[in-house]
C-alpha cells in the first residue's frame, strides 16, 4: 500500500506542543483554533472562549446594580449552555477541517496506487503488441499519439460487430483489440496523473490555510475585530517561543513570512469564498509553515464518513461502479461522468480505496498482469470465453461474452470523447 505524505519537517509535536504551552492563555487558545485540524483545544480553552460570549441572549439574567455589562470577575460561574455551545462549534469546524484531510489524503492514495497499477497495464499490453502482434516501435509510437483523439467507445463496438459476423480474422481482432486497450489506458493514466495533481495541490492548500477570521469568530463569540488582532500577536509569540524552543534563528524576513503565513491564505477550509489554485503554492521555510507541515505529517484520528448524500448513494449499483472503478473495468463515459461526485464524498473514496486494497490490484507481478490481458483480449470464440472464466473471473461473473469484456471501455453506454475528467 502506497500512503503519499506531505513534505516532511525537521519540528516535532512535541517541540510545537511545548511552544504553545508556554504562551499566554488567550495565545494558546488562539494558536490552538488555528491548527484546528491537527490539535484538540483543552477544556480550559474552551472555558476561556465561554467566558468571553459577547452575545446578548447570553448576558440576559446577569444584570447587577442596574448595569447592562456584567464584568468578567462578576461571573462566578458558567453555564453549562455556554460551554456546550463553544464545545459544538469547535467539533463541528475541526470535523469538518478532518473531514477535507480525510478525503484528500484517501484520494493521492488511491490515485497513487492506480497509476501504479496502470502502469502495468500498459507495460503487460505493450509487451503483448510486440511480442504476439509484431508492432514495431514506430507503430506503438502512432498509437500513442492518436490516443487522445481516438474514437474509442466507436471503435471498440464496430469491432465486436465485426467479430460477431466473422469479418475480421483472429489474427487482425486481436492486433485491434490490444491497440484500442492501449489507447484506453493510455487516456486512463493520462486522467489520473491530472486528478492527482489536483489532489495534491488541493491538499497543500488545506494544510497550509487555516480558519478565517469569520469563522474563528463565530467558533469564539466575538467580534470579528479583537480576532484579528489577537490573531496577529498570537502567531507573532508562538514564532519566538518556538524559535527559542528550538534554538533557531529568527530574521525579519522569515518572522513576516510566518506572520503572514499565520494569517492564512483564503483557501478551502479558510474563507467561504475562495478555491484553490491551479498551481502549487510556495512552501516557505517559515517556522509557522514547518508547524502546519510537521503537524499533517501524523495520521488524522480515524472519523466515520457520512452516508452519501448524492441520489445513488448507499445503492448496491454505486458500490458496484465503485469497485469496477478500483480495478480498471468501469467504463470511460461512466467513470467521467461519476467522478466528479466521487471525488467530493469521503464515503464513497472510503469505498473505492477499500475496494482497490482488497482486490490486490496493488502489487501485482507483471507476468500476471499479462496473462490477463491477453486472455481478456482474445478472439471471442465459446473456448476464448471459457478460458476467460477459468482465469480469474469475478466472483458474481458468469461466462464472459464480448460485450462483457468489452463493458471496461465502451461501458454501458455511448458518450461523449474527451469530457472534461475533473
Given at each position: 500500500?502506497?500512503?503519499?505524505?506531505?513534505?516532511?519537517?525537521?519540528?516535532?509535536r512535541?517541540?510545537?506542543?511545548?511552544?504553545?504551552?508556554?504562551?499566554?492563555?488567550?495565545?494558546?487558545?488562539?494558536?490552538?483554533?488555528?491548527?484546528?485540524?491537527f490539535?484538540?483545544?483543552?477544556?480550559?480553552?474552551?472555558?476561556?472562549?465561554?467566558?468571553?460570549?459577547?452575545?446578548?441572549?447570553?448576558?440576559?439574567?446577569?444584570?447587577?446594580?442596574g448595569?447592562?455589562?456584567?464584568?468578567?470577575?462578576?461571573?462566578?460561574?458558567?453555564?453549562?449552555?455556554?460551554i456546550?455551545?463553544?464545545?459544538?462549534?469547535?467539533?463541528?469546524?475541526?470535523t469538518?477541517?478532518?473531514?477535507?484531510?480525510?478525503?484528500?489524503?484517501?484520494?493521492?492514495?488511491?490515485?497513487?496506487?492506480?497509476?501504479?497499477?496502470?502502469?502495468?497495464?500498459?507495460?503487460?499490453?505493450?509487451?503483448?503488441?510486440?511480442?504476439?502482434?509484431?508492432?514495431?516501435?514506430?507503430?506503438?509510437?502512432?498509437?500513442?499519439?492518436?490516443?487522445?483523439?481516438?474514437?474509442?467507445?466507436?471503435a471498440?463496438?464496430?469491432?465486436?460487430?465485426?467479430?460477431?459476423?466473422?469479418?475480421?480474422e483472429?489474427?487482425?481482432?486481436?492486433?485491434?483489440?490490444l491497440?484500442?486497450?492501449?489507447?484506453?489506458?493510455?487516456?486512463?493514466?493520462?486522467?489520473?496523473?491530472?486528478?492527482?495533481?489536483?489532489?495534491?495541490?488541493?491538499?497543500?492548500?488545506?494544510?497550509?490555510?487555516?480558519?478565517?477570521?469569520?469563522?474563528?469568530?463565530?467558533?469564539?463569540?466575538?467580534?470579528?475585530?479583537?480576532?484579528?488582532?489577537?490573531?496577529?500577536?498570537?502567531?507573532?509569540?508562538?514564532?519566538n517561543?518556538?524559535?527559542?524552543?528550538?534554538?533557531?534563528?529568527?530574521?525579519?524576513?522569515?518572522?513576516?513570512?510566518?506572520?503572514?503565513?499565520?494569517?492564512?491564505?483564503?483557501?478551502?477550509?479558510?474563507?467561504?469564498?475562495?478555491?484553490?489554485?491551479?498551481?502549487?503554492?510556495?512552501?516557505?521555510?517559515?517556522?509557522?509553515?514547518?508547524?502546519?507541515?510537521?503537524?499533517?505529517?501524523?495520521?488524522?484520528?480515524?472519523?466515520?464518513?457520512?452516508?452519501?448524500?448524492?441520489?445513488?448513494?448507499?445503492?448496491?449499483?454505486?458500490?458496484?461502479?465503485?469497485?469496477?472503478?478500483?480495478i480498471?473495468?468501469?467504463?470511460?463515459?461512466?467513470?467521467v461522468?461519476?467522478?466528479?461526485?466521487?471525488?467530493?464524498?469521503?464515503?464513497?473514496?472510503?469505498?473505492v480505496r477499500?475496494?482497490?486494497?482488497?482486490?490486490?490490484?496493488?502489487?501485482?507481478?507483471?507476468?500476471?498482469?499479462?496473462?490477463?490481458?491477453?486472455?481478456?483480449?482474445?478472439?471471442?470464440?465459446?473456448?476464448?470465453?471459457?478460458?476467460?472464466?477459468?482465469?480469474?473471473?469475478?466472483?458474481?461473473?458468469?461466462?464472459?461474452?464480448?460485450?462483457?469484456r468489452?463493458?471496461?471501455?465502451?461501458?454501458?453506454?455511448?458518450?461523449?470523447?474527451?469530457?472534461?475528467?475533473?
Open positions: 500500500m502506497t500512503t503519499t505524505a506531505p513534505p516532511q519537517t525537521t519540528l516535532t512535541a517541540q510545537i506542543e511545548t511552544a504553545i504551552a508556554a504562551l499566554q492563555p488567550v495565545q494558546r487558545v488562539m494558536v490552538r483554533l488555528l491548527l484546528l485540524a490539535l484538540d483545544p483543552t477544556p480550559e480553552d474552551v472555558a476561556f472562549m465561554a467566558r468571553e460570549r459577547s452575545e446578548p441572549n447570553m448576558r440576559a439574567g446577569l444584570k447587577q446594580g448595569k447592562s455589562q456584567v464584568a468578567h470577575d462578576k461571573i462566578s460561574g458558567l453555564p453549562k449552555d455556554w456546550l455551545a463553544v464545545e459544538n462549534k469547535v467539533r463541528y469546524h475541526q469538518h477541517l478532518r473531514e477535507q484531510l480525510t478525503r484528500l489524503n484517501l484520494l493521492a492514495d488511491f490515485l497513487t496506487d492506480a497509476l501504479a497499477g496502470l502502469q502495468l497495464e500498459i507495460t503487460a499490453t505493450e509487451q503483448l503488441l510486440t511480442s504476439e502482434c509484431e508492432i514495431g516501435p514506430e507503430s506503438l509510437e502512432d498509437l500513442r499519439a492518436q490516443a487522445k483523439l481516438s474514437p474509442l467507445t466507436y471498440l463496438k464496430k469491432l465486436a460487430a465485426r467479430a460477431d459476423k466473422g469479418e475480421i483472429a489474427a487482425d481482432y486481436v492486433r485491434e483489440r491497440g484500442l486497450e492501449y489507447q484506453a489506458r493510455l487516456r486512463q493514466r493520462d486522467r489520473f496523473k491530472k486528478r492527482l495533481n489536483l489532489g495534491l495541490l488541493e491538499r497543500q492548500a488545506v494544510i497550509l490555510s487555516s480558519l478565517s477570521d469569520e469563522f474563528l469568530a463565530e467558533i469564539w463569540c466575538i467580534a470579528v475585530g479583537p480576532i484579528t488582532n489577537r490573531r496577529v500577536k498570537a502567531v507573532q509569540a508562538y514564532v517561543t518556538l524559535a527559542a524552543t528550538v534554538k533557531s534563528g529568527l530574521d525579519a524576513a522569515s518572522f513576516a513570512a510566518a506572520v503572514n503565513a499565520g494569517l492564512g491564505p483564503r483557501l478551502a477550509g479558510g474563507s467561504k469564498n475562495e478555491g484553490i489554485g491551479s498551481k502549487p503554492l510556495d512552501v516557505s521555510g517559515d517556522l509557522w509553515t514547518q508547524t502546519l507541515l510537521a503537524l499533517a505529517a501524523d495520521p488524522i484520528p480515524l472519523l466515520t464518513p457520512k452516508p452519501c448524500e448524492h441520489p445513488e448513494g448507499g445503492t448496491k449499483s454505486l458500490t458496484a461502479k465503485l469497485r469496477n472503478l478500483a480498471y473495468e468501469l467504463g470511460e463515459d461512466e467513470e461522468k461519476m467522478w466528479p461526485r466521487t471525488v467530493q464524498c469521503l464515503n464513497c473514496l472510503t469505498v477499500a475496494a482497490q486494497q482488497e482486490s490486490g490490484i496493488v502489487g501485482r507481478a507483471l507476468d500476471d498482469v499479462v496473462a490477463r490481458v491477453k486472455t481478456r483480449t482474445a478472439f471471442p470464440t465459446k473456448e476464448a470465453a471459457a478460458a476467460a472464466q477459468e482465469a480469474a473471473p469475478p466472483p458474481e461473473t458468469q461466462a464472459l461474452d464480448l460485450e462483457e468489452l463493458r471496461p471501455f465502451i461501458g454501458d453506454d455511448a458518450g461523449q470523447v474527451g469530457a472534461k475528467s475533473w
